[in-house]
């Protein structure tokens, strides 16, 4: 998922213009979003001060930073989850709109799929080998069946992943 440094570099570099439609059509489709502490300082670093539809987009939208070590979130809109992560994502699942991603955050993502939290799983595989570094899912125990549900080949490599994610297997 990242180099040892935490870099996204490499992967940064595959923007075309179908991770940018794609990009586009995703923030079209979610109406907040939910962000480990990690991301959430990686996030508050640039978005606040971008410019750009996306930035519109992202400095807008109700955001939920997971942490147990933030005391507060100095983002606009952004509400802090600490305590009963299930229970809170649990809620925000339950209430009425449109999608809820989970942005980089590994770890927090694979805390979700482990509570069932996760219906969806959306993989971007860049044509780069990152050798030593973060894997995405590295903390995830409990096996999970996935179904292929949407799989494209973009311009410059990256293909382009969606899972359904079907109950724990027995």
Not at 56 to 81: D, Q
Not at 133 to 155: D, I, N, P, Y
Request: charged share 25%; with cysteine.
């Amino acid at each position: 998922m990242e180099d040892l440094d935490r870099s996204l570099e490499l992967s940064a570099k595959v923007e075309d213009e179908e991770f940018k439609e794609y990009g586009g059509k995703m923030l079209d489709s979610i109406d907040s979003f939910i962000i480990g502490r990690r991301t959430y300082e990686l996030f508050v670093g640039h978005w606040p001060n971008a410019t750009g539809r996306d930035a519109e987009v992202l400095n807008r939208l109700p955001k939920y930073v997971v942490s147990t070590t933030l005391e507060k979130v100095e983002w606009n809109n952004a509400h802090l989850v600490n305590g009963d992560v299930a229970k809170a994502i649990g809620e925000l699942k339950k209430q009425d709109g449109q999608d809820i991603p989970v942005f980089g955050s590994s770890a927090l993502a694979a805390s979700l799929l482990e509570l069932g939290l996760i219906d969806e799983c959306r993989v971007l595989v860049t044509p780069y080998l990152l050798g030593k570094g973060h894997q995405a899912f590295k903390r995830f125990e409990t096996a999970r069946a996935l179904s292929l549900t949407k799989c494209e080949r973009w311009s410059l490599g990256t293909v382009y992943l969606t899972y359904a994610v079907r109950p724990v297997w027995q």
